[in-house]
């Protein structure tokens, strides 16, 4: 079974700063896909960005990116210029190469930008 | 961009009863998965189908079924429910062919009294 786990609950971070959430999973897996999702006040759970494992560059997409580090089974999300509507529950969550694969979460971690 | 529609919203109800989730994929997608997410915690697998079959199963009670019917929604049928079953159950679909990529609904909270 895989593991995920989020060892930041919280963090909070200064508008226009960059902050880096942490994430560390367990699989025996060789191909499989990450992801970050964020989670609002609102509860909608909504995909920020996802990583290929057969794939060594690391995803970005606008202020996100990822530092995928597949021997350390690490994988680390960094928000640039952080804005005030990036507050919220951050999950990373794993999914399994086979068809139909479940979603296993971390635990989360609530990120508080400040203005 | 059509998203996943989840009806109704909110429910509540008393224990002992019934409810009945309904999940609408965004279209095309033909892959659906049921997560039930209590308070304070991440989301937890509990069922999904491909192709009106089950695809996959997890922690889900045996007091709660679910189906995935020809147009490709789903339901998520939930019976005696108790007040632990109190949470926000969210849908999510994909295609079969990106299973990996799972686009969630806006969620529903079922409250139990």
């Known amino acids: 079974a895989q593991t995920v786990t989020q060892s930041q609950p919280e963090m909070s971070v200064q508008e226009a700063e960059t902050v880096t959430l942490s994430c560390t999973y367990d699989?025996?897996?060789?191909?499989?896909?990450l992801f970050w999702y964020k989670q609002p006040p609102s509860r909608q759970m909504i995909l920020v960005i996802r990583q290929e494992a057969y794939k060594q560059q690391n995803a970005t997409e606008n202020r996100f990116s990822v530092n995928f580090q597949k021997a350390a089974k690490s994988f680390s999300l960094k928000i640039s210029d952080s804005q005030l509507g990036d507050t919220a529950m951050y999950f990373c969550a794993f999914g399994g190469e086979s068809s139909g694969s479940r979603l296993t979460f971390g635990e989360g971690t609530q990120l508080t930008v400040n203005p | 961009a059509a998203g996943v529609i989840q009806s109704p919203r909110h429910l509540i109800k008393e224990k002992r009863e019934t409810a009945t989730l309904k999940c609408y994929p965004i279209?095309?997608?033909?892959?659906v998965y049921w997560y039930q997410q209590g308070p304070g915690q991440d989301p937890q697998f509990l069922i999904s189908?491909?192709?009106?079959?089950?695809?996959d199963k997890g922690s889900i009670p045996d007091r709660f079924s679910a189906q995935q019917f020809s147009d490709y929604h789903s339901e998520l049928n939930m019976s005696s429910l108790e007040l632990g079953d109190s949470a926000l159950y969210f849908c999510?679909?994909?295609?079969?062919?990106?299973?990996?990529?799972?686009?969630f609904g806006p969620g529903t909270r079922l409250l139990v009294l």
């Open positions: 279209p095309r997608h033909d892959t």
């Open positions: 699989t025996s897996e060789n191909n499989y896909y």
């Open positions: 189908f491909y192709e009106k079959m089950q695809s």
């Open positions: 999510a679909s994909s295609f079969w062919t990106e299973q990996e990529t799972q686009y």
